[in-house]
């Protein structure tokens, strides 16, 4: 009874007399406190469970955002390689160059091949009405040619002579045919014909539309001027009229900003006079104020 009676020690575990002796003497409600705590088990193992694998989808998921971010960042520098450093091709009349003008031949519903790209629709349409209305009544065709450089003829007379004889192979389709063609990054022009023409507008004009009227305009970049006065010029020695004359090359003498030798001595004596009044000033005030201090003393 003593042994049953007594109070329990606080620390059971190191008493082994009474852990033995209360064993028999367990109450019925020890049991749910043991179920409880089994049946919490699985509980704890289960959230267990989940947080690893939380934990591992978590890790494996970083590296595939990283990967993705780092594919995508890729492709966007491969992009940007591919457009700075791939030629663009373009398509129209920016990929015609001096062999385009020769293999396509002389246009059809015009008298203008501006390969270049420098003359506007007004000037083509001035032209058109221009050289229609003399071919009606001379019978002279003339086409007006415009490029940007030439690449595989030394000047503009060559590759004019060229084109006439591409377009125009024999003598008689040739004969009253007219070609003037103009470059603008060289700033020059040519113009030829079958004899015919030539004969027509006359060696003076010939000569004098190309050494003033195109390349004095070109030069000042206004190629629709140059083309349209050239081309007056030559209806007007076709017609017989007087010629109309053509634009003159300005001279445009800079003046020099050096001063002469008597401009530079008269300078030179005015900054003597106004340094030398200047350290007068700088040595004079300086020992007056001084001398006015000590005389007060």
Request: with cysteine.
């Amino acid at each position: 009874m003593e042994t049953i009676l007594s109070p329990p020690s606080r620390y059971p575990l190191f008493n082994p007399k009474t852990a033995s002796l209360s064993k028999p003497f367990l109450p019925l409600f020890h049991l749910p406190r043991s179920s409880s705590i089994s049946s919490a088990k699985p509980i704890c193992c289960s959230l267990k469970k989940q947080a690893s694998k939380i934990g591992k989808d978590s890790s494996f998921s970083i590296p595939k955002s990283w990967f993705s971010s780092v594919q995508q960042g890729l492709a966007a520098v491969a992009i940007s390689l591919a457009l700075n450093f791939c030629p663009v091709v373009s398509s129209g009349s920016s990929l015609a160059s001096e062999f385009d003008v020769l293999n396509e031949g002389p246009p059809k519903d015009s008298y203008v091949v501006d390969d270049a790209g420098v003359l506007s629709r007004v000037t083509k349409s001035d032209l058109k009405a221009l050289l229609s209305d003399v071919e009606k009544r001379k019978g002279f065709h003339i086409n007006f040619i415009t490029v940007r450089k030439l690449t595989s003829k030394a000047d503009a007379f060559e590759y004019a002579d060229t084109v006439l004889e591409k377009w125009y192979p024999s003598v008689e389709q040739g004969n009253d045919k007219g070609i003037v063609v103009l470059v603008t990054s060289q700033k020059e022009g040519a113009i030829t014909g079958g004899p015919e023409f030539v004969k027509a507008v006359g060696d003076t004009v010939l000569d004098a539309a190309v050494s003033e009227n195109l390349p004095v305009l070109a030069t000042e970049e206004k190629y629709n001027e140059a083309v349209y006065s050239t081309a007056k010029r030559l209806v007007a020695a076709i017609d017989g009229l007087p010629d109309p004359g053509g634009p003159q090359l300005k001279d445009n003498k800079r003046e020099s900003n050096f001063k002469s030798r008597e401009e530079t001595d008269e300078k030179r004596g005015q900054f003597t006079l106004v340094v030398g009044g200047l350290l007068v000033i700088a040595f004079v005030v300086p020992m007056a104020q001084y001398y006015a201090y000590v005389s007060k003393k």
